[in-house]
């Protein structure tokens, strides 16, 4: 019934653009040619910035997503991945989005990466029912990584003393300024165990037979090219976003980038502080890219 509905708009749609002066015919004939949409999931992925938010994030992506299915005369949507990662809790609620639309909608996923889908960008990858990459891209990474720095003996040389009161006896652990602790890091062992293995589960659920290494090898955290990355299953095939659209829906297919909308007034304001923002947090995302060569 809703189909029937949504035809007879846009049947009506039509016949009211087809009486316009001039433009009338091309307009009605462009409104009935397929479309695919497609969402950007570019950038690392969380909150990123203290002053201008940025980073993928859900709150952020759930407008554009749900605007991307909902385009008239949709044939698919196109996932445009060039992320490093970052948040795995971000990654699995995009994903899970992406994929909770997709089979309301019946409308299928094709994931594009560009020069990097690694970690939590692989994950988002993941949400294509496809996943197309150029020979070069950067693939893989699954597993979960926690780095800092220790600085207990700079403070014993410079003569400070570190002072912690807490309320619970694990309260402060991981504490950068005392030395490791071998029941603590054995916590954060336990932790990144449990997110590894929520990552292996999503992989295995969407490539299944399609992965075609043993799982010591996939699971590694190891990263590979695009071209090696089919080999193991990781994708699908070599391909780029227009030329693999106009493959599967006709030269003639009408490709709609959607994105996230902003006032005048907030475009405004984020252009005045951004290069104070960036200034904060470009150590952090430059070593998440640098990681890959990027």
């Known amino acids: 019934m809703r189909d029937y509905m949504a035809a007879m708009t846009d049947s009506k749609m039509k016949g009211f653009v087809r009486r316009l002066p001039w433009i009338g015919e091309k307009l009605a004939a462009?409104?009935?040619l397929p479309r695919v949409a497609v969402l950007r999931l570019s950038g690392v992925i969380g909150r990123t910035g203290v002053i201008r938010k940025?980073?993928?994030t859900l709150e952020d992506l759930a407008d554009p997503i749900e605007r991307a299915f909902k385009t008239p005369h949709l044939s698919a949507v196109a996932l445009a991945v060039n992320s490093p990662g970052?948040?795995?809790v971000q990654s699995a609620q995009i994903a899970r989005r992406i994929r909770a639309l997709s089979e309301e909608n019946d409308v299928p996923v094709i994931a594009?990466?560009?020069?990097v889908a690694a970690s939590g960008g692989y994950w988002l990858a993941c949400a294509g029912d496809e996943i197309y990459v150029d020979g070069a891209s950067i693939i893989g990474s699954i597993g979960?990584?926690?780095?800092?720095f220790g600085f207990p003996e700079l403070l014993e040389k410079i003569g400070v003393e570190r002072r912690v009161h807490t309320s619970g006896d694990k309260k402060a652990i991981l504490?950068?300024?005392r030395p490791e602790d071998p029941d603590e890091i054995a916590h954060l062992k336990e932790l990144q165990a449990d997110i590894h293995e929520q990552f292996k589960e999503y992989v295995r659920s969407r490539r299944g037979e399609r992965l075609?290494?043993?799982e010591a090898v996939v699971f590694s955290g190891e990263f590979w090219t695009g071209h090696?990355?089919?080999e193991l299953g990781l994708v699908d095939e070599i391909g780029d976003l227009r030329s693999v659209m106009r493959e599967k829906f006709g030269e003639k297919v009408r490709l709609q980038v959607v994105g996230e909308r902003k006032g005048w007034l907030q475009k405004r304001f984020n252009l005045q502080i951004a290069w104070a923002d960036e200034l904060l947090d470009a150590v952090e995302m430059r070593a998440l890219w640098g990681r890959y060569g990027l």
Do not use: I, Y
């Open 175 to 177: 504490d950068p300024f």
């Open 112 to 115: 594009f990466c560009e020069d």
């Open 144 to 148: 979960v990584v926690s780095a800092g």
């Open 30 to 32: 462009k409104m009935g």
């Open 86 to 88: 970052g948040s795995p």
């Open 228 to 230: 090696r990355a089919k």
């Open 212 to 214: 075609n290494a043993d």
């Open 54 to 56: 940025g980073g993928l």
